[in-house]
């Protein structure tokens, strides 16, 4: 069997990389990317020895290109721009390369879209979880492109089965996103959004994972969007103090206004060392922080699979912490 990855040298496609080349039911595990030497030498950090059914070659979205890899019998398409100050490149990275690697697959192929729950925006008011048939109502330039690329998607309809998914959070080793948690609670105070709670669905990248692989299972011929997560929701004062528990730091948790976190936002424009600090506190990623819960329905997809997420928030940061100890970052 082989499987197609695109994105792997993010933190989910080098994990998806990494349980392929040791699944003994897969022969070949290739991996498009801008630089070849940054997976090898990624992958050589992690542990991971040479393998003769690991192919890596250089590509680059949006002008994916595999008509000439024949017939593919799998693929997680995870590579797409999370961050950027220009509403372009989501939009021609998220969309165009989504749809360019669509029309350029050979064979069969189950295909597994990584989308996002930003696609769908946050939880309706005054519901627990948001639903798949629930209106769809990004908040960000991101969200935006990720619900334009599900839409080009079943427009093309494709002649072979592909799961949209709606991934919330993932956390994990390797997750670039939880390092300015984990520094911020190495301090005395730990600033937090709003006086409020805010609720979260996640996912371990390791259970997203085993998801990917329950649904590779099924014998569906359609598109389909699902929601996953872990079965437990998480609150922002819960992350925190999570973190500092597996850092063994104390401190003192301090709601900021979100007025004053929207003026750093908006002063993250003329101060680009913000953005580089704090991705998602730029003026268009920064909306998704002002709701109130993101929370998702996951009922769907367990009917369908029989797949639920067994990681902990605990267990989770734990091995994140350690891999940030590794890299030297922390």
Known sequence: MRILITGATGFIGRTLVM???RDDSITEVIA?????????????REGVPESPKLRIMEAEAPDWNFRDLGAVDRVV????????RSRDAYFRINVEGTTQLLQTLRGSPRVVILSSQSAGGPTPKGAFAKKVGDSDRPLSWYGASKLRMELAVREMAPRFPVLLLRAPMVLGPGDMAT??????????I???PGWRSKYFSWIASEDLVTACNAWFAL??????????AEPDVICDAQLMRTAALVSERRGILLPVPQMLLRLVALASQFM?????????????RAREIWPNRWVLDTEPFYEMTGWRGTATLEETLARTLAWFRREGLI
């Open 219 to 228: 014998d569906t011929a359609e598109v389909q969007t699902m929601h996953i």
């Open 179 to 188: 390092l300015p948690l984990f520094r911020m609670v190495r301090g005395k």
């Open 32 to 44: 498009p990317v801008r630089s070849v030497e940054k997976l090898r030498t990624q992958l050589t």
């Open 77 to 84: 398409h995870g590579a797409g721009v999370l961050f950027s």
């Open 19 to 21: 349980h392929a080349l």
């Open 272 to 284: 680009p060392s913000i953005g580089e600090k704090v991705p998602s506190l730029t003026p268009d």
């Open 190 to 192: 730990w600033p937090k």
